[in-house]
């Protein structure tokens, strides 16, 4: 079962070689790893690239214009004829990431897409939901009980977090790709995406054993890219009861019990990141 990583990559240089360098650690089981530079207007961001791709033998794309997150991403997403992780540059992934990915395809065979947990991830966040958490000093510790120790349960949620957003082979041939029309630069992509690959009988599942730090904000933020009522507007004219059907999974928190057990996996084997996890957790006036 064949797995590619794609990363989209606009400027945001100290995020970016922190996001490589993790990725240089954790790239066992990846088949091809391709790397879009979107014209980055920091120079600096050229030799970090090189030096990337050289020592590891990555595929390095630079474009002398522009493009946006949006065809950059959708350009990737061609190149690899497998499955594909889009991977945004500020991310840090961690032990046995791609591991958890791949077993997540295995026992899925309608998956369309999959996303990690995260620190900063919408509904995927964890320790607590819907919020930017404190990210982990060392995040492989999280990563490998997870992986070793806990037992994934597939959750579908009705739409993958674009940070870390596993698209499969199976998913690009019967839902195509992003919607450049519509979604311009960005936001507003992944949910639509997930959205048409629901409508065509697939599944968006949460990947819960993979934990990938997000540091949100960064890659492709020097293009003023924000989400706003005018994103908002284009999905909601693609998909009317979009806003309904988020807040009605909001409302019903399906994930409570899976992060509960989490945490309880966590407390069993390692009661020092418990504790912060559990700090965390009080401080966001979770449990």
Avoid at 64 to 82: C, D, M, P
Avoid at 198 to 216: K, M, R, S, T
Avoid at 273 to 286: F, P, S, T
């Amino acid at each position: 079962m064949k797995l590619d990583v794609v990363v989209p990559i606009y400027n945001a240089y100290t995020a970016l070689k922190n996001c490589l360098a993790s990725l240089e650690k954790n790239q066992y089981q990846a088949e091809n790893i391709i790397l879009i530079n979107d014209a980055s207007t920091d120079k600096n961001i050229d030799e970090l690239l090189k030096k990337y791709s050289i020592a590891n033998k990555w595929k390095l794309i630079k474009h002398e214009k522009n493009l946006g997150f949006v065809k950059t991403a959708n350009e990737g997403l061609k190149l690899s004829e497998n499955n594909t992780i889009l991977l945004n540059s500020d991310t840090i992934v961690t032990k046995n990431w791609l591991s958890a990915f791949k077993e997540a395809i295995k026992h899925n065979e309608k998956l369309a897409t999959a996303t990690a947990w995260s620190n900063n991830a919408e509904i995927c966040s964890f320790p607590q939901f819907l919020t930017n958490n404190q990210p982990l000093e060392n995040p492989d510790i999280l990563s490998e009980l997870l992986y070793i120790y806990y037992h994934p349960q597939y959750p579908v949620i009705p739409t993958a977090v674009g940070f870390c957003m596993l698209i499969t082979k199976l998913a690009k041939q019967k839902v195509g790709y992003f919607d450049e029309k519509h979604f311009g630069h960005g936001y507003g992509e992944e949910n639509d995406y997930s959205l048409r690959a629901e409508n065509a009988g697939l599944i968006n599942i949460l990947c819960d054993n993979a934990y990938v730090i997000h540091i949100g904000n960064e890659s492709f933020a020097d293009l003023g890219l924000q989400p706003n009522e005018d994103s908002m507007q284009r999905l909601l004219q693609k998909h009317p009861d979009y806003l309904t059907k988020i807040q009605q999974y909001i409302n019903q928190d399906p994930l409570v019990k899976i992060r509960k057990n989490i945490l309880s996996t966590v407390k069993q084997y390692n009661g020092e990141l418990y504790q912060k996890l559990l700090i965390e957790n009080k401080r966001k006036n979770e449990i």
